[in-house]
Protein backbone atom coordinates (compact mmCIF):
# COMPACT_ATOMS: atom_id res chain seq x y z
CA UNK A 1 0.00 0.00 0.00
CA UNK A 2 1.79 3.32 -1.48
CA UNK A 3 0.39 6.60 0.14
CA UNK A 4 -0.66 8.08 3.10
CA UNK A 5 -4.28 7.07 4.24
CA UNK A 6 -7.23 9.07 4.43
CA UNK A 7 -5.06 11.96 3.36
CA UNK A 8 -8.26 13.40 1.61
CA UNK A 9 -10.11 13.58 4.41
CA UNK A 10 -7.06 14.89 6.90
CA UNK A 11 -5.98 17.33 4.83
CA UNK A 12 -9.08 18.56 2.22
CA UNK A 13 -12.07 18.38 5.05
CA UNK A 14 -12.29 20.93 7.88
CA UNK A 15 -11.52 19.56 11.26
CA UNK A 16 -15.20 19.87 12.53
CA UNK A 17 -17.33 18.88 10.14
CA UNK A 18 -20.13 15.76 10.47
CA UNK A 19 -20.68 13.22 8.19
CA UNK A 20 -23.79 12.29 6.26
CA UNK A 21 -23.49 8.31 7.10
CA UNK A 22 -23.45 6.70 10.19
CA UNK A 23 -21.78 3.72 12.10
CA UNK A 24 -22.75 0.86 9.56
CA UNK A 25 -20.98 2.14 6.84
CA UNK A 26 -17.53 0.74 8.64
CA UNK A 27 -14.41 -0.33 6.50
CA UNK A 28 -13.71 -3.89 7.05
CA UNK A 29 -15.20 -6.17 4.56
CA UNK A 30 -14.77 -9.10 7.03
CA UNK A 31 -17.37 -7.51 9.61
CA UNK A 32 -14.72 -8.08 12.17
CA UNK A 33 -13.47 -4.64 12.70
CA UNK A 34 -16.33 -2.45 12.76
CA UNK A 35 -17.52 1.10 13.59
CA UNK A 36 -19.41 -0.30 16.44
CA UNK A 37 -16.62 -2.53 17.69
CA UNK A 38 -14.31 0.45 17.64
CA UNK A 39 -17.32 2.60 19.64
CA UNK A 40 -17.87 -0.37 22.23
CA UNK A 41 -13.99 -0.40 22.73
CA UNK A 42 -13.35 3.05 22.87
CA UNK A 43 -16.26 3.74 25.24
CA UNK A 44 -18.29 5.42 22.58
CA UNK A 45 -22.16 4.98 21.65
CA UNK A 46 -23.79 5.89 18.30
CA UNK A 47 -26.43 7.96 20.29
CA UNK A 48 -23.06 9.58 21.79
CA UNK A 49 -21.78 10.06 18.18
CA UNK A 50 -24.55 11.51 16.14
CA UNK A 51 -23.80 13.58 14.21
CA UNK A 52 -20.70 11.13 13.07
CA UNK A 53 -18.08 13.68 13.25
CA UNK A 54 -14.97 13.86 11.13
CA UNK A 55 -12.57 13.52 14.09
CA UNK A 56 -14.62 10.21 15.51
CA UNK A 57 -14.33 8.71 11.88
CA UNK A 58 -10.57 9.29 11.28
CA UNK A 59 -9.86 7.88 14.96
CA UNK A 60 -11.81 4.63 13.87
CA UNK A 61 -9.69 4.63 10.45
CA UNK A 62 -6.20 5.20 13.05
CA UNK A 63 -7.64 1.92 15.30
CA UNK A 64 -8.87 -0.17 12.01
CA UNK A 65 -5.62 0.96 10.46
CA UNK A 66 -3.59 -0.83 13.67
CA UNK A 67 -6.34 -3.96 13.99
CA UNK A 68 -5.53 -4.63 10.79
CA UNK A 69 -1.51 -4.54 10.47
CA UNK A 70 -1.74 -2.08 7.51
CA UNK A 71 1.76 -0.55 7.22
CA UNK A 72 1.30 1.50 4.12
CA UNK A 73 4.64 3.42 2.21
CA UNK A 74 3.81 7.24 2.67
CA UNK A 75 5.44 7.76 -0.84
CA UNK A 76 3.28 9.01 -3.91
CA UNK A 77 3.55 7.18 -7.12
CA UNK A 78 4.49 9.84 -9.65
CA UNK A 79 5.11 6.95 -12.55
CA UNK A 80 3.51 3.82 -13.56
CA UNK A 81 4.75 0.89 -16.04
CA UNK A 82 2.58 -1.41 -17.58
CA UNK A 83 3.98 -5.11 -17.83
CA UNK A 84 5.24 -5.00 -21.33
CA UNK A 85 7.90 -6.04 -21.53
CA UNK A 86 8.48 -6.65 -18.67
CA UNK A 87 5.75 -9.31 -16.72
CA UNK A 88 5.00 -7.19 -13.77
CA UNK A 89 3.89 -3.35 -13.57
CA UNK A 90 6.72 -0.71 -12.34
CA UNK A 91 5.64 2.23 -9.75
CA UNK A 92 7.86 4.68 -9.24
CA UNK A 93 7.56 6.51 -6.43
CA UNK A 94 9.01 10.38 -5.58
CA UNK A 95 11.47 9.13 -3.22
CA UNK A 96 13.72 7.40 -6.53
CA UNK A 97 12.07 4.08 -5.40
CA UNK A 98 9.95 1.70 -7.59
CA UNK A 99 7.93 -1.57 -6.90
CA UNK A 100 7.15 -4.07 -9.08
CA UNK A 101 4.23 -5.92 -8.93
CA UNK A 102 2.07 -7.96 -11.00
CA UNK A 103 -1.08 -6.65 -9.92
CA UNK A 104 -2.61 -3.02 -9.13
CA UNK A 105 -5.21 -1.42 -7.62
CA UNK A 106 -5.82 2.13 -7.76
CA UNK A 107 -8.09 4.00 -5.11
CA UNK A 108 -7.05 7.68 -5.06
CA UNK A 109 -10.18 8.76 -3.99
CA UNK A 110 -11.51 12.45 -4.84
CA UNK A 111 -8.46 15.11 -4.40
CA UNK A 112 -8.01 14.83 -8.16
CA UNK A 113 -11.57 15.30 -9.23
CA UNK A 114 -12.11 18.28 -8.22
CA UNK A 115 -14.36 19.91 -10.17
CA UNK A 116 -14.29 24.21 -10.95
CA UNK A 117 -16.72 25.37 -13.88
CA UNK A 118 -14.69 26.81 -16.99
CA UNK A 119 -17.54 29.50 -16.68
CA UNK A 120 -17.12 30.35 -12.77
CA UNK A 121 -13.15 30.03 -13.47
CA UNK A 122 -13.07 33.18 -16.27
CA UNK A 123 -15.10 35.46 -13.82
CA UNK A 124 -13.65 34.99 -10.62
CA UNK A 125 -10.53 37.09 -10.08
CA UNK A 126 -7.11 34.84 -10.14
CA UNK A 127 -6.16 33.83 -6.63
CA UNK A 128 -8.97 34.78 -4.90
CA UNK A 129 -10.87 31.77 -5.12
CA UNK A 130 -10.95 27.73 -3.98
CA UNK A 131 -12.71 24.88 -4.16
CA UNK A 132 -13.92 23.79 -0.67
CA UNK A 133 -11.83 21.34 0.01
CA UNK A 134 -8.42 23.68 -0.36
CA UNK A 135 -10.48 26.25 2.19
CA UNK A 136 -10.65 24.01 5.11
CA UNK A 137 -8.86 26.16 7.50
CA UNK A 138 -11.83 28.14 8.94
CA UNK A 139 -10.02 30.20 11.18
CA UNK A 140 -8.45 31.95 8.30
CA UNK A 141 -11.48 33.87 7.52
CA UNK A 142 -12.18 35.09 11.08
CA UNK A 143 -13.26 38.26 10.09
CA UNK A 144 -13.75 37.85 6.48
CA UNK A 145 -16.77 38.07 4.19
CA UNK A 146 -17.01 34.72 2.00
CA UNK A 147 -19.17 33.87 -1.18
CA UNK A 148 -19.78 30.14 -1.47
CA UNK A 149 -21.13 29.13 -4.73
CA UNK A 150 -23.29 25.95 -4.57
CA UNK A 151 -26.43 24.95 -2.77
CA UNK A 152 -25.71 21.50 -1.12
CA UNK A 153 -24.80 20.09 1.74
CA UNK A 154 -21.26 21.13 1.95
CA UNK A 155 -22.18 24.72 0.71
CA UNK A 156 -24.47 25.23 3.84
CA UNK A 157 -22.00 22.75 6.34
CA UNK A 158 -19.39 25.49 5.08
CA UNK A 159 -21.28 28.23 5.80
CA UNK A 160 -22.18 27.07 9.29
CA UNK A 161 -18.34 26.47 10.34
CA UNK A 162 -17.49 29.56 8.96
CA UNK A 163 -19.83 31.45 10.95
CA UNK A 164 -18.16 29.27 13.60
CA UNK A 165 -15.24 30.49 13.35
CA UNK A 166 -16.07 33.94 13.21
CA UNK A 167 -16.52 35.08 9.72
CA UNK A 168 -18.23 38.44 8.98
CA UNK A 169 -21.02 37.45 6.92
CA UNK A 170 -21.62 34.53 4.48
CA UNK A 171 -23.14 34.32 1.22
CA UNK A 172 -24.79 31.32 -0.40
CA UNK A 173 -25.15 31.45 -4.07
CA UNK A 174 -26.88 28.82 -6.14
CA UNK A 175 -28.40 28.60 -9.62
CA UNK A 176 -31.41 25.74 -7.95
CA UNK A 177 -34.08 26.19 -5.25
CA UNK A 178 -32.40 26.31 -1.51
CA UNK A 179 -32.88 22.49 -0.62
CA UNK A 180 -34.72 21.29 2.53
CA UNK A 181 -33.50 20.11 6.02
CA UNK A 182 -35.11 16.67 6.21
CA UNK A 183 -33.79 13.69 7.23
CA UNK A 184 -32.10 11.28 4.16
CA UNK A 185 -32.78 7.94 3.99
CA UNK A 186 -29.46 5.80 3.20
CA UNK A 187 -30.69 2.78 4.44
CA UNK A 188 -31.56 1.34 0.96
CA UNK A 189 -27.67 1.98 -0.26
CA UNK A 190 -25.85 -0.65 1.72
CA UNK A 191 -28.40 -3.94 0.62
CA UNK A 192 -27.46 -2.27 -3.08
CA UNK A 193 -23.61 -2.72 -2.11
CA UNK A 194 -23.48 -5.61 -0.83
CA UNK A 195 -25.55 -7.25 -3.59
CA UNK A 196 -22.68 -6.19 -5.84
CA UNK A 197 -20.07 -8.78 -3.21
CA UNK A 198 -22.66 -11.71 -4.66
CA UNK A 199 -22.92 -10.48 -8.06
CA UNK A 200 -20.54 -7.77 -9.40
CA UNK A 201 -22.44 -7.18 -12.38
CA UNK A 202 -25.93 -6.49 -11.38
CA UNK A 203 -25.63 -2.61 -11.88
CA UNK A 204 -24.42 -2.59 -15.41
CA UNK A 205 -27.21 -5.28 -16.50
CA UNK A 206 -29.83 -3.02 -15.73
CA UNK A 207 -31.30 -0.50 -18.64
CA UNK A 208 -30.33 2.66 -18.77
CA UNK A 209 -33.29 3.96 -17.60
CA UNK A 210 -33.27 1.54 -14.47
CA UNK A 211 -29.46 3.14 -13.76
CA UNK A 212 -30.67 6.43 -13.91
CA UNK A 213 -33.63 5.92 -11.99
CA UNK A 214 -31.22 4.73 -9.30
CA UNK A 215 -29.09 7.55 -9.68
CA UNK A 216 -32.13 10.35 -9.37
CA UNK A 217 -32.92 8.34 -5.87
CA UNK A 218 -29.50 9.11 -4.79
CA UNK A 219 -29.61 12.28 -5.85
CA UNK A 220 -32.86 13.22 -4.45
CA UNK A 221 -31.19 11.73 -0.99
CA UNK A 222 -27.72 13.38 -0.97
CA UNK A 223 -28.93 16.44 -3.24
CA UNK A 224 -31.87 17.76 -2.12
CA UNK A 225 -31.73 17.78 0.95
CA UNK A 226 -30.02 19.44 4.16
CA UNK A 227 -28.98 17.45 7.04
CA UNK A 228 -31.69 18.66 10.03
CA UNK A 229 -28.67 19.06 12.92
CA UNK A 230 -27.15 21.47 10.59
CA UNK A 231 -30.41 23.81 10.79
CA UNK A 232 -30.29 25.16 14.32
CA UNK A 233 -26.32 25.76 13.60
CA UNK A 234 -27.49 28.24 10.70
CA UNK A 235 -30.34 29.75 12.38
CA UNK A 236 -29.59 33.48 13.40
CA UNK A 237 -26.13 33.33 11.90
CA UNK A 238 -24.67 35.80 9.58
CA UNK A 239 -25.51 34.29 6.47
CA UNK A 240 -28.13 35.21 3.16
CA UNK A 241 -29.39 33.05 0.40
CA UNK A 242 -29.07 33.81 -3.13
CA UNK A 243 -31.16 31.15 -4.95
CA UNK A 244 -31.84 30.60 -8.60
CA UNK A 245 -28.56 32.68 -9.42
CA UNK A 246 -25.08 32.76 -11.09
CA UNK A 247 -22.15 35.22 -10.48
CA UNK A 248 -22.30 37.08 -13.83
CA UNK A 249 -18.66 39.29 -13.51
CA UNK A 250 -16.72 39.98 -10.72
CA UNK A 251 -14.22 42.51 -10.40
CA UNK A 252 -11.72 43.99 -7.54
CA UNK A 253 -12.54 46.98 -5.74
CA UNK A 254 -10.21 49.72 -4.87
CA UNK A 255 -10.46 48.21 -1.28
CA UNK A 256 -9.06 44.93 -2.81
CA UNK A 257 -12.64 43.42 -1.78
CA UNK A 258 -14.43 41.40 -4.51
CA UNK A 259 -17.55 43.03 -6.42
CA UNK A 260 -19.58 40.28 -7.47
CA UNK A 261 -22.63 41.03 -10.01
CA UNK A 262 -25.29 38.03 -10.13
CA UNK A 263 -27.74 36.86 -13.02
CA UNK A 264 -30.28 38.23 -10.26
CA UNK A 265 -29.44 41.69 -10.61
CA UNK A 266 -28.07 41.65 -6.82
CA UNK A 267 -24.45 43.04 -6.22
CA UNK A 268 -22.24 41.06 -3.38
CA UNK A 269 -19.26 41.84 -1.70
CA UNK A 270 -16.72 39.46 -0.93
CA UNK A 271 -13.73 39.15 0.33
CA UNK A 272 -12.97 35.37 -0.52
CA UNK A 273 -14.81 32.89 -2.69
CA UNK A 274 -15.45 29.43 -1.77
CA UNK A 275 -16.36 27.19 -5.08
CA UNK A 276 -18.69 24.32 -3.52
CA UNK A 277 -19.03 22.49 -6.90
CA UNK A 278 -18.32 19.27 -6.09
CA UNK A 279 -16.26 16.50 -8.13
CA UNK A 280 -16.16 15.33 -11.80
CA UNK A 281 -14.50 11.94 -12.55
CA UNK A 282 -11.86 12.88 -15.46
CA UNK A 283 -9.37 9.77 -14.95
CA UNK A 284 -6.85 11.32 -16.72
CA UNK A 285 -6.10 13.99 -14.24
CA UNK A 286 -4.56 11.44 -11.91
CA UNK A 287 -1.23 12.10 -12.69
CA UNK A 288 0.87 8.64 -13.07
CA UNK A 289 -2.47 7.74 -15.49
CA UNK A 290 -2.22 9.93 -17.66
CA UNK A 291 1.47 9.85 -19.16
CA UNK A 292 3.12 7.08 -21.19
CA UNK A 293 1.90 3.55 -22.29
CA UNK A 294 -0.70 3.56 -19.48
CA UNK A 295 -2.70 6.59 -20.77
CA UNK A 296 -2.49 5.09 -24.46
CA UNK A 297 -3.64 1.12 -23.19
CA UNK A 298 -6.24 2.56 -21.02
CA UNK A 299 -9.94 2.94 -22.51
CA UNK A 300 -11.97 5.14 -21.16
CA UNK A 301 -15.69 6.46 -21.70
CA UNK A 302 -16.72 9.51 -19.96
CA UNK A 303 -13.35 10.23 -18.60
CA UNK A 304 -14.04 7.25 -16.59
CA UNK A 305 -11.93 3.96 -16.58
CA UNK A 306 -13.73 1.22 -18.43
CA UNK A 307 -14.09 -1.67 -15.94
CA UNK A 308 -15.18 -5.25 -16.26
CA UNK A 309 -17.23 -6.72 -13.78
CA UNK A 310 -14.01 -7.47 -11.33
CA UNK A 311 -13.00 -3.71 -11.64
CA UNK A 312 -9.97 -4.72 -13.92
CA UNK A 313 -9.03 -1.87 -16.61
CA UNK A 314 -8.62 -2.84 -20.41
CA UNK A 315 -4.87 -3.52 -18.92
CA UNK A 316 -5.09 -6.81 -17.67
CA UNK A 317 -3.68 -6.55 -14.00
CA UNK A 318 -4.90 -2.85 -13.38
CA UNK A 319 -7.77 -2.06 -10.91
CA UNK A 320 -9.72 0.96 -10.10
CA UNK A 321 -11.93 1.71 -7.41
CA UNK A 322 -13.60 4.40 -5.40
CA UNK A 323 -15.75 7.08 -7.22
CA UNK A 324 -13.92 6.34 -10.81
CA UNK A 325 -15.80 3.11 -10.25
CA UNK A 326 -19.10 4.53 -10.54
CA UNK A 327 -20.45 4.72 -13.98
CA UNK A 328 -19.88 0.67 -14.11
CA UNK A 329 -20.59 0.01 -10.44
CA UNK A 330 -23.64 2.71 -9.45
CA UNK A 331 -23.04 5.63 -8.09
CA UNK A 332 -22.88 4.65 -4.39
CA UNK A 333 -19.95 3.40 -4.98
CA UNK A 334 -18.34 7.62 -3.95
CA UNK A 335 -19.19 6.59 -0.55
CA UNK A 336 -16.77 4.76 1.75
CA UNK A 337 -19.51 1.70 2.32
CA UNK A 338 -18.50 0.20 -0.95
CA UNK A 339 -15.11 -0.09 -0.02
CA UNK A 340 -15.80 -3.77 1.26
CA UNK A 341 -17.70 -4.24 -1.78
CA UNK A 342 -14.83 -3.64 -4.00
CA UNK A 343 -12.30 -4.70 -1.70
CA UNK A 344 -14.22 -8.33 -1.56
CA UNK A 345 -14.79 -8.22 -5.78
CA UNK A 346 -11.14 -7.40 -6.59
CA UNK A 347 -9.90 -10.04 -3.61
CA UNK A 348 -11.69 -12.77 -4.95
CA UNK A 349 -10.53 -12.13 -8.91
CA UNK A 350 -6.81 -12.15 -7.53
CA UNK A 351 -7.32 -15.78 -5.26
CA UNK A 352 -5.37 -18.53 -7.31
CA UNK A 353 -7.50 -20.79 -8.96
Known amino acids: MVGTPMEFWRRHMPEKMALRSDA ?4 DPFNVHTIDRFFAETGRTRQGETPFSLKTYLAYVDWFQRQSSIRPIEARV ?4 PPAPRRTFRARLDTGETIDAPH ?8 YFRHVPTELEAVLPPGRWSHACEAVDMASFAGRRVTIVGGRQSAFE ?6 EAGAAHVDIVHRHDSPRFAESEWEWIPPLVARTEQDPSWFRRLSESEQQALARKLWAEGRLKLEPWLEPRLRGAPVSLWPNAEIARSEIDSDRTIAL ?4 GAKLRADHVILATGYKVDIHRVPFLATGPVRARLEVRNGFPVLDEHFQTSIPGLF ?18 SARASALTIGHSLRPA
Open 158 to 163: WAALLC
Open 261 to 264: DLTS
Open 78 to 81: VELE
Open 320 to 337: ITSMAATQDFGPFFGFTV
Open 104 to 111: VVVAVGFW
Open 24 to 27: DWHL
